[in-house]
């Protein structure tokens, strides 16, 4: 004769959850999961029947936490994935689950890059990094080059000058070589195009008010530094001018 499960007890965990007791082992269900399956104090199972159970509790379980996962934000069918294995989810069931969410229309990848993209763009962030943010979501290529053609060059362009134009407001005590080199690190870190960053750069006029952070540096040095050649090299990787250099070397040595 088969051995039966028996229900030993329903404590109620929260405001939807039990931890139901039986001679076995110990399980939390939803409430859903005691009226579907009968769960009560006192009802018995064959192993089979109760295997069978927590099996169904468990896909229960994972679709409950995958809706909440996607309340917070849209989700790429791979962070879908990932989610689902860190909760020790079997591949089998994983793959059901993302079926149904897409049935639903609950996740679509090709939705989910449409809308990124039109996010980062606001953000100012160039098709690079958001090229790369997309694959990191694991997103096909093709789905990636479809989404990004609704970047377009002309406001990749709007995008860098907007950046240029605020960058120079806080990098104006700067000389005009480092300022240029600071924007242009930032416009390629951000995703922007070289060959758009270079020709806009090339376009703008840059003006400077760094004669006060010269003198700084200047002193600086000097007090660790007394070899001029070295000197130079250190300021003019500062991106100071070798002429004003020399003339505050000048002024030292009369």
């Not at 769960?39 to 468990?58: C, N, P, Q, R, Y």
């Not at 010269?214 to 090299?233: G, M, Q, S, V």
Request: glycine fraction near 4%; charged fraction near 35%.
């Amino acid at each position: 004769m088969k051995s039966l499960i028996t229900i030993e007890s329903l404590t109620k965990k929260g405001k939807t959850k039990y931890t139901v007791k039986t001679s076995e082992d110990s399980v939390t269900v939803s409430e859903d999961d005691v009226v579907k399956y009968r769960i009560l104090k006192g009802a018995t199972f064959t192993e089979e029947e109760w295997e069978s159970i927590k099996k169904g509790v468990t896909k229960a379980n994972a679709w409950d936490k995958v809706l909440n996962f996607l309340s917070y934000q849209e989700r790429s069918k791979k962070e879908i994935r990932d989610y689902l294995q860190k909760l020790k989810v079997v591949d089998a069931e994983i793959e059901e689950i993302i079926i149904r969410l897409e049935s639903l229309d609950f996740i679509n990848d090709e939705r989910f890059a449409y809308n990124l993209v039109n996010s980062y763009k606001k953000s100012n962030k160039g098709p690079n990094f958001i090229g790369e943010k997309l694959k990191q979501k694991g997103i096909s290529e093709t789905v990636i080059l479809k989404a990004l053609n609704n970047y377009s060059p002309v406001e990749e362009k709007e995008a860098i000058s907007q950046i240029i134009k605020k960058m120079q407001l806080v990098k104006n005590s700067y000389p005009v070589k480092k300022q240029k080199q600071l924007i242009y690190e930032k416009l390629l870190r951000d995703g922007f195009s070289m060959e758009l960053v270079m020709e806009a750069l090339s376009k703008t006029d840059f003006d400077s008010n760094h004669h006060e952070r010269l003198h700084r540096d200047f002193k600086k040095i000097i007090e660790k530094e007394d070899n001029k050649a070295k000197i130079i090299t250190k300021l003019m990787q500062k991106g100071y001018e070798y002429s004003e250099i020399k003339s505050l070397l000048d002024d030292l040595s009369t």
